[in-house]
């Protein structure tokens, strides 16, 4: 007596049947296939946010930049096409000029001594013990995560004219000529001002990233280097100084972006006063444009600062570009 313990595949439905074992799973060309389009499904809900954020307004804007609309139009809801007479009357302006290099000089300033202080002190939290860099991590963080309008706020406390505590703490020190000065009355003393708020919110970035990088430097390539008799300097910029520099470069250009932006800090303190010295382009544009109530010049000041900051921006990516190419 024979008894079949097994039927040998009778057809083509059988021999797939055979091939994928029964269980119903994928192919590989389909999960390669599937695996290709994951990354570009999930940047899809951020580049829909994007566009719908920023890409949107951005075209508003650029729209409105070619229109003479002020508040009668608005009122009668017209729509006056004026070409590029928005353009032309900021590019033959000498204040646009003037503001223009003001905010060059202003973020130029600024990133220098973010850069400088902010990396110093991440070197410094790689140095420290474990509960001084907490402590110190802690209050890096709560100056980083103040929000900007209320840290400008305590900033025009502390250096108010009358009972600012700069000015009784210099007075208190010997210098009584500055018990009721005015840091807002000269065009310095309110860039010194700004310039030290914005470089106190920005250390922290900085700092933080930088020691995190410092965290990736293996120990092994330091033990060497000793035994090579390398000193502290040298150590620092055969070992430390390679692997900081993508993350010195990337927040660079982070903060070139976020300080030539600082229209919050600038106009809070003092309006771009005194005699609109300390007005920079995100400023300018918001007087021109509100203030005045030209929106079309307003929208055309707004661009052109753009397409300068993607100037900038480019003008910094290509250097960085070119040294990685001389190292290579």
């Keep these: 007596m024979t008894v079949q313990t097994e039927r040998p595949p009778s057809g083509p439905a059988d021999v797939r049947k055979a091939d994928d074992g029964g269980s119903g799973r994928p192919t590989p060309r389909a999960a390669s296939r599937a695996g290709a389009l994951a990354p570009y499904l999930l940047l899809l809900p951020a580049c829909a946010a ?32 004026n070409g590029v007479d928005n353009y032309k009357e900021t590019l033959t302006s000498e204040d646009f000029w003037r503001v223009t290099l003001r905010s060059i000089l202003f973020t130029a300033v600024n990133v220098v001594l973010i850069m400088v202080l902010g990396a110093l002190t991440g070197l410094l939290l790689a140095r420290l013990g474990k509960w001084m860099r907490f402590t110190l991590m802690i209050g890096l963080v709560l100056a980083w995560a103040m929000p ?81 008799g390398a000193g502290a300097w040298r150590s620092f910029t055969t070992v430390t100084m390679p692997f900081l520099r993508p993350f010195l470069y990337a927040t660079t250009f982070l903060e070139i972006i976020w300080v030539f932006k600082a229209f919050v800090q600038v106009q809070l303190f003092n309006n ?57």
Excluded: C
Excluded at 64 to 75: D, R
Excluded at 150 to 178: C, E, I, P
Excluded at 197 to 206: D, G
């Design 272 to 328: 771009g006063g005194p005699d609109r010295l300390t007005e920079i382009l995100p400023v300018y544009a918001y007087v021109e444009g509100m203030g005045n109530q030209h929106y079309g010049m307003g929208a055309a000041i707004a661009t052109l600062t753009i397409l300068i900051l993607l100037g900038l921006t480019a003008y910094y990516l290509r250097i960085v570009l070119k040294q990685e190419e001389d190292e290579l």
């Design 148 to 228: 900007i309008v209320s840290a400008t706020t305590v900033y025009q406390w502390l250096f108010a004219q009358r009972f600012g505590v700069v000015n009784w703490v210099l007075d208190k020190l010997g210098w009584h000529s500055m018990a009721d000065y005015s840091w807002t009355s000269s065009q310095m003393s309110t860039f010194f001002v700004v310039t030290l708020l914005i470089v106190w919110m920005s250390i922290p970035f900085v700092a933080i990233n930088l020691y995190a990088a410092t965290t990736t430097i293996p120990k092994e390539l330091y033990e060497a280097a000793s035994l090579d």
């Design 50 to 81: 994007t566009v719908l954020l920023l890409g949107w307004p951005l075209l508003k804007d650029v729209l409105l930049s070619f229109q003479n609309l002020n508040m009668a139009q608005l009122i009668q809801h017209v729509t006056e096409w």
